[in-house]
T-cell receptor, first 113, second 112 residues
Framework: NAGVTQTPKFRVLKTGQSMTLLCAQD?????MYWYRQDPGMGLRLIHY???????AKGEVPDGYNVSRLKKQNFLLGLESAAPSQTSVYFC????????????FGPGTRLTVT | TQLLEQSPQFLSIQEGENLTVYCNSS?????LQWYRQEPGEGPVLLVT???GGEVKKLKRLTFQFGDARKDSSLHITAAQPGDTGLYLC????????????WGAGTKLIIKP
């Protein structure tokens, strides 16, 4: 039982490049979330999903897209990376809304130069 | 806009000391969660408090929810180096069942 896994763990991109972050969970959770964490700020919700095939915008969705084609996977895409997207990205999943009782992945540290 | 303010931002103490960190809001919480995050890892849920005045204990950690549900505290007794980490509070927003708002955290260092 691996919980929530994220790949890659680290990535450096040049401005304008694209990439996809993969999140996988093996707990059969309906709800999945993508957050970003920046120094001195709380976690901010980017997008979330309430079930397979659904996605919704969170607090800071601009510049990001997501897909939930399979229940266990939640992908976060950056189409044209900007330095403002330098951050640590966390995926989470939960049985109930609002991450109640939720589990977080180990994070992806992304640097955009 | 509901904000969560955590204090202090940073705390460094010796092993064996007691400490209290705080999470305050301008609005009433429906519920409040406390997390601990260690370097290079994601947050781990410690506790959820729901009822005003509620007190929950987790070994040496005591969590209290204010009577008016606008503030919460985390008290650690006889702190140990393993308690080192970033302590975060989070609460549901009024507008969405799916979104949490987060405090910026208290970075705690326990020196041996």
């Amino acid at each position: 039982n691996a919980g929530v896994t994220q790949t890659p763990k680290f990535r450096v991109l040049k401005t304008g490049q694209s990439m996809t972050l993969l999140c996988a969970q093996d707990m059969n959770h309906e709800y999945m979330y993508w957050y970003r964490q920046d120094p001195g700020m709380g976690l901010r919700l980017i997008h979330y999903s309430v079930g397979e095939g659904t996605t919704a915008k969170g607090e800071v969705p601009d510049g990001y897209n997501v897909s939930r084609l399979k229940k266990q996977n939640f992908l976060l895409g950056l189409e044209s990376a900007a330095p403002s997207q330098t951050s640590v990205y966390f995926c989470a999943s939960s049985k109930a809304p609002s991450s109640v009782g939720g589990y977080f992945g180990p994070g992806t540290r992304l640097t955009v130069t | 806009t509901q904000l969560l303010e955590q204090s202090p931002q940073f705390l460094s103490i010796q092993e064996g000391e007691n400490l209290t960190v705080y999470c305050n809001s301008s609005s009433v919480f429906s519920s409040l969660q406390w997390y601990r995050q260690e370097p290079g890892e994601g947050p781990v849920l410690l506790v959820t408090v729901v009822t005003g005045g509620e007190v929950k204990k987790l070994k040496r950690l005591t969590f209290q929810f204010g009577d008016a549900r606008k503030d919460s505290s985390l008290h650690i007794t006889a702190a140990q180096p393993g308690d080192t980490g970033l302590y975060l509070c989070a609460s549901k927003t009024r507008d969405s069942n799916y979104q949490l708002i987060w405090g910026a955290g208290t970075k705690l260092i326990i020196k041996p």
